[in-house]
T-cell receptor, first 114, second 109 residues
Framework: SQTIHQWPATLVQPVGSPLSLECTVE??????LYWYRQAAGRGLQLLFY??????ISSEVPQNLSASRPQDRQFILSSKKLLLSDSGFYLC?????????????FGSGTQLSVL | QKEVEQDPGPLSVPEGAIVSLNCTYS??????FMWYRQYSRKGPELLMY????GNKEDGRFTAQVDKSSKYISLFIRDSQPSDSATYLC?????????FGTGTSLTVIP
């Protein structure tokens, strides 16, 4: 069965420090991969999505970037964090084909920038 | 106009009550509809999935889609304290997922 791993669960970082959040998917090949940010009461905001290795689409050009170095690995990065980067970050995947319209989420990372 | 609108609540019900959670959507092209359950500080979990109109039942949960009125609903029968969570409706078309902002539900023992 397919599983998605996201880490760390909680992260406290000072303003101006770098960020790297990692997500891996097991049990499927060539998934679509997504990074979302969830702010309290504001729903899910799509940040990046990827349909293949090295293919990244940015929905919100900000202080963040994403990379997909391997088929089932998705990384969210920042060179210098801002206070406004605080939030709950979620990685997700969908499968090309029959279940393309189903999105499966990781457990999330609560990021606090102080 | 947002693609999916959802009443944020919060909704508080006694244990055993029937819960009705609702969303409206704007684009008649939407065909796939989902409900997610999200516990505090956790990722959303796919709870129900329906295609086009009609009802789908899974245990105590029933998902209903009315395409004529662009209305989607989730019914929870015999609600339990463990159902206390935020419920998000979602739809999908053309490689894009659209989410409601979520309804916070508390089931009081």
């Amino acid at each position: 069965s397919q599983t998605i791993h996201q880490w760390p669960a909680t992260l406290v970082q000072p303003v101006g420090s770098p960020l790297s959040l990692e997500c891996t998917v097991e049990g499927t090949s060539n998934p679509n991969l997504y990074w979302y940010r969830q702010a309290a009461g504001r729903g899910l905001q799509l940040l990046f999505y990827s349909v293949g290795i090295g293919q990244i689409s940015s929905e919100v050009p900000q202080n963040l970037s994403a990379s997909r170095p391997q088929d089932r690995q998705f990384i969210l990065s920042s060179k210098k964090l801002l206070l406004s980067d605080s939030g709950f970050y979620l990685c997700a995947w969908s499968s090309i084909g029959v279940t393309n319209e189903k999105l499966f989420f990781g457990s999330g990372t609560q990021l606090s920038v102080l | 106009q947002k693609e999916v609108e959802q009443d944020p609540g919060p909704l508080s019900v006694p244990e055993g009550a029937i819960v009705s959670l609702n969303c409206t959507y704007s684009n008649s092209a939407f065909q796939y509809f989902m409900w997610y359950r999200q516990y505090s500080r956790k990722g959303p979990e796919l709870l129900m999935y329906t295609y086009s109109s009609g009802n789908k039942e899974d245990g105590r949960f029933t998902a209903q889609v009315d395409k004529s009125s662009k209305y989607i609903s989730l019914f929870i029968r015999d609600s339990q304290p463990s159902d206390s969570a935020t419920y998000l409706c979602a739809t999908y078309t053309g490689n894009q997922f659209y989410f409601g902002t979520g309804t916070s539900l508390t089931v009081i023992p």
